[in-house]
Structures are given as structure tokens and as C-alpha cells.
Nanobody
Framework: QVRLVESGGGLVQPGGSLRLSCAAS????????MGWHRQAPGQQRELVAIITSGGGTTYADSAKGRFTISTDNAWDTVYLQMNSLKPEDTAVYYC??????????????WGQGTEVTVSS
């Protein structure tokens, strides 16, 4: 069974930085992409950043220039370095992984979320 576990959320002042981590575990045959999404109170979940197995990255306009997505060499952990944080970045951040477990079909998996609050 595949699990995604996020960590690194918390309270930070405007202008500060946080680094989110998401560790994937289980019988994974191949990971095609990993990403971060967020959902603010009363709003829909939105894409923040995605990184593909080929190394390509996509960022939401709100994240460009401030956030950086990366993975470790084993492709079992994805990171989101967030700098110059703003109050509007406050949300629950969810990790996602497009992967194929051993013996199971390829599909998208989600973590349980980690809360980020940007406030003075």
C-alpha cells in the first residue's frame, strides 16, 4: 500500500520561509510525477507545483519566483521550498504522486495535508 506523508508545515511570519517534505512509501514500481497542491478555507484545491520524472517543472503563477519544487535522488521524497511567504499562501498543502505500485494500476495518490499559516 502506498502512503504519502507530508511534514514541515507551521506558522511563519510574512516574508519568511518554510520547506515542506513529502515521503512516499510502499511497493512503488515507477513514479511519473510528484506535486504540491493547496486548499485555502472556502476555496477549491489548486495546483502549486509539479515535477515530472524527466525533471520538468510547472508552477502556478502565484508560486513562480518564490517556490521551488525538488525531489531526492531516489524519487521517494518531494520538497517544496517556499520563500517570501505571504498571508495569501495560508492553506493546507497536499502532496500528490502519479505513480504505479507493483501489481496495481497507475493512479494519483494524495497525502493527508500539512497546514501552513502565514501571519504576523
Amino acid at each position: 500500500q502506498v502512503r504519502l506523508v507530508e511534514s514541515g508545515g507551521g506558522l511563519v511570519q510574512p516574508g519568511g520561509s518554510l520547506r515542506l517534505s513529502c515521503a512516499a512509501s510502499g511497493s512503488i514500481f515507477r513514479t511519473n510525477a510528484m506535486g504540491w497542491h493547496r486548499q485555502a478555507p472556502g476555496q477549491q484545491r489548486e495546483l502549486v507545483a509539479i515535477i515530472t520524472s524527466g525533471g520538468g517543472t510547472t508552477y502556478a503563477d502565484s508560486a513562480k519566483g518564490r517556490f521551488t519544487i525538488s525531489t531526492d535522488n531516489a524519487w521517494d521524497t518531494v520538497y517544496l521550498q517556499m520563500n517570501s511567504l505571504k498571508p495569501e499562501d495560508t492553506a493546507v498543502y497536499y502532496c500528490s504522486a502519479d505513480l504505479k505500485p507493483i501489481g496495481l494500476p497507475r493512479r494519483n495518490y494524495w497525502g493527508q495535508g500539512t497546514e501552513v499559516t502565514v501571519s504576523s
